[in-house]
């Protein structure tokens, strides 16, 4: 299935093109921030940022040579 798939794209370009097209226009229309062009409609997709209040680690690797057994 996916190999018939990578072989059609690009023998049908002008599909490939329209359906690139599309992801764009989606990915424009839906983006989070404005970029004020007045070309298209907004539907943006709200963000939330939820803060990490977990404990901050920090993990050391280090060689002790022959002073940790093994």
Same mark, same amino acid.
């Not at 599909?15 to 359906?19: D, E, G, K, M």
């Not at 983006?31 to 907004?42: A, C, D, E, T, V």
């Given at each position: 299935m996916f190999n018939r798939l990578v072989?059609?794209?690009?023998?049908n370009r002008l599909?490939?093109?329209?359906?690139l097209i599309?992801?764009?226009v989606t990915g424009l229309v839906t983006?989070?921030?404005?970029?004020?062009?007045?070309?298209? &409609? /907004?539907d943006p997709v709200p963000l939330d940022a939820i803060p990490d209040i977990g404990e901050n680690q920090q993990i050391a690797v280090i060689d002790a040579g022959k002073s940790? &057994? /093994?």
């Open positions: 072989k059609y794209f690009p023998e599909i490939t093109v329209i359906i599309a992801f764009v983006m989070p921030f404005n970029l004020k062009s007045g070309l298209l &409609p /907004r940790v &057994p /093994r």
